[in-house]
């Protein structure tokens, strides 16, 4: 059950240039997407989200865009530092009351090549 | 700035053995939650618990597991009866009411079931 897919398991870049991690998502009930930061041994951290009344939210050299059409989500990391390699989260939420569990996707490993 | 913290770091314990894991989420956070991450796989979501009870579960969460807030700044999840295939990360995460839908994790548990 793969509501939530990271197609691609790693992406190297150069250190400077841009990454773009993708995300796809099958759920239509998703009203709300987070991206995570995870490095081994510790617990994701949050990065950015964005709401489905937007298509777009930037924070800092990060930023997500959200096609809701094709279901599909995409992380902006630009430039690209050493200190961004880690496992990247896409993850969403149906916005039902308290509820509001997340569902993850199983990450992208991301190297910043110096 | 305020974190969510989790005990402890790591945990070995035999098959059939009661386990308690500990949580101290954000001191102003009415919403927490408990995900799995077992080598290799997603993370999984497994209970959301808000105004002292349980709000949804996952079929993973089944009679073994129950959760506790027991004060005004823990909450615990329990296994009762561990098995093998609970071996995995247990993250601890909250969620205010200010950034909806924004949770934030705990570094997790390392459960290893022997």
């Known amino acids: 059950d793969q509501q939530v897919k990271q197609n691609s398991p790693s992406l190297s870049v150069q250190e400077g240039r841009i990454s773009i991690l993708n995300c796809d998502y099958t759920?239509?009930?998703?009203?709300?997407f987070l991206w995570y930061k995870k490095y081994p041994a510790e617990g994701p951290t949050f990065l950015i989200s964005?709401?489905?009344?937007?298509d777009k939210n930037e924070d800092g050299r990060f930023t997500v865009f959200l096609n809701k059409s094709a279901k599909h989500l995409s992380l902006h990391i630009v430039p690209s530092q050493p200190g961004d390699s880690a496992v990247y989260f896409c993850?969403?939420?149906?916005?039902?009351?308290?509820?509001?569990?997340?569902?993850f996707g199983k990450g992208i490993t991301l190297s910043v090549r110096p | 700035e305020p974190e969510v913290t989790q005990t402890p770091s790591h945990q070995v314990t035999q098959m059939g053995q009661e386990v308690i894991l500990r949580c101290v989420p954000i001191s102003n956070h009415l919403y927490f939650y408990w995900y799995r991450q077992i080598l290799g796989q997603k993370v999984e979501f497994l209970v959301s618990f808000y105004n002292n009870e349980i709000s949804e579960k996952s079929e993973i969460f089944d009679d073994q597991f129950s959760v506790e807030r027991p004060d005004g700044s823990n909450f615990t999840l329990k296994i009762r009866s561990t098995k093998l295939e609970d071996s995995a990360m247990y993250f601890c995460a909250s969620m205010g009411t200010s950034a909806r839908y924004t949770q934030y994790f705990g570094p997790g548990t390392r459960l290893t079931v022997l």
């Open positions: 759920n239509s009930m998703f009203d709300y």
């Open positions: 964005i709401s489905s009344i937007k």
């Open positions: 993850a969403a939420s149906a916005s039902s009351g308290a509820n509001s569990k997340l569902t």
